[in-house]
């Protein structure tokens, strides 16, 4: 009886296998999942007092922060493959070589906008004063002044712009995935592709002939400039919102067809709600397209160094067209002076933009629809 329940409970002949001491051999050798953050932390530290020390000790005209983000990462790749063949054996450290390579190209991908809004930033900086947000250039003659009548314009300009294209954007884009098919469906798909590669200036251009024949060619607004960017800006819409309703799936529309509501009121409960945080970026992208242009700006609104708050009368200034005048006007003693403005000047369009995507993601969330229970 005995050597029967030994020989039961015996384990299965087979290779034997080596003892592990209790350790599992599928999470032994691992580094912890912070290790290669700090490792990354660290490495932007050491780089950056490089370039610190080279800043200080005038090896260099400045700190640089591109450089720092660039050869810290570099360096980052290198040490934690070394550390991962160490550590983790010759696959996981191959593993980590390819996945850090890349967040490398990722991060290479951001320092042109890195290096931007740092040389904005440092040079902007000098005159982002009360004075630069509570004056026009009015009168003004080398030093001080400021850029309330082109911030002005510039929010007009654009609100006007948006009026115009936001619905007719839309409306087209329904059109194209609700109703499309035929060949007006096909004939606006490629007006918007060509118009979409239509230049700036050429926007500019028709507008003020447009205006030209009616009013004469001494015809000069701001509602001139919201006609030529909605020439811009409606392609832009128009695509955008067209593959986000494209996203929305059938299934919804079908149900509610389904339950017996016409389509038009399917549209307006379910597509459009659906996909509006999709919508509401879109709208953003366009006008972030927008808001900078400069040429077609030159043409039909001109520039003016006074307050305007009619956008059907005289002439209108706006912030990238005071960048370009106050650049190209710099010289004598108030060179400096000028390129203070336009540095300034174009970090605030760049806050307005900022600002303008905030409360455009602030709307989506309020406005989409809630699935939770």
């Not at 002005?152 to 409306?171: D, F, H, K, M, N």
């Not at 389904?258 to 038009?264: D, I, R």
């Not at 760049?350 to 939770?372: E, T």
Request: glycine fraction near 10%; hydrophobic fraction near 55%; proline fraction near 5%.
């Amino acid at each position: 009886m005995t050597t029967q329940a030994t020989a039961a409970t015996a384990p299965p002949p087979g290779p034997s296998r080596p003892r592990t001491g209790g350790a599992n051999t599928l999470t032994a050798g691992r580094l912890h999942r912070a290790v290669p953050w700090l490792l990354l932390a660290g490495c932007w530290i050491v780089t950056g007092t490089v370039y610190g020390l080279m800043a200080a000790s005038g090896a260099t005209s400045g700190f640089d922060p591109v450089g720092t983000i660039f050869f810290g990462t570099v360096l980052f790749v290198i040490l934690l493959t070394l550390l991962s063949r160490i550590v983790e054996g010759g696959r996981r450290s191959i593993d980590r070589l390819v996945t850090s390579l890349v967040l490398t190209a990722f991060i290479i991908a951001l320092l042109p906008l890195v290096s931007l809004v740092w040389t904005v930033i440092a040079n902007g900086l000098a005159r982002f004063d009360v004075q630069f947000f509570s004056e026009s250039m009015r009168n003004v003659i080398g030093a001080g002044g400021g850029a309330l009548h082109a911030i002005i314009g510039t929010l007009l300009i654009t609100l006007t712009t948006a009026i115009i294209s936001v619905p007719i954007g839309i409306l087209a884009a329904v059109y194209l995935v609700e109703y499309g098919g035929g060949a007006l469906a096909r004939a606006i798909t490629f007006f918007v592709d060509v118009m979409t590669g239509i230049p700036s200036i050429v926007a500019g251009l028709f507008v003020y002939a447009l205006f030209a024949l009616i009013f004469g060619p001494a015809v000069r607004n701001g509602f001139m400039g919201a006609i030529a960017l909605s020439v811009l800006m409606i392609p832009v819409v128009v695509r955008s919102c067209e593959e986000i309703l494209r996203l929305v799936p059938n299934e919804l529309r079908e149900a509610s067809y389904a339950l017996g509501v016409p389509k038009w009121r399917t549209i307006v409960k379910i597509v459009l709600p659906t996909s509006i945080a999709g919508l509401v970026t879109g709208v953003m992208l366009a006008i972030a397209r927008v808001i900078g242009e400069t040429a077609p700006l030159l043409i039909v609104c001109g520039f003016t160094f006074s307050m305007n708050y009619d956008i059907f009368n005289e002439r209108m200034m706006t912030l990238p067209v005071f960048v370009y005048t106050q650049y190209t006007q710099a010289a004598g003693v108030a060179a400096q002076a000028s390129i203070d403005r336009a540095w300034t000047a174009a970090l605030v369009l760049i806050l307005i933009v900022m600002a303008l995507n905030l409360i455009a993601r602030l709307i989506a969330k309020i406005f989409a629809p809630k699935y939770g229970r």
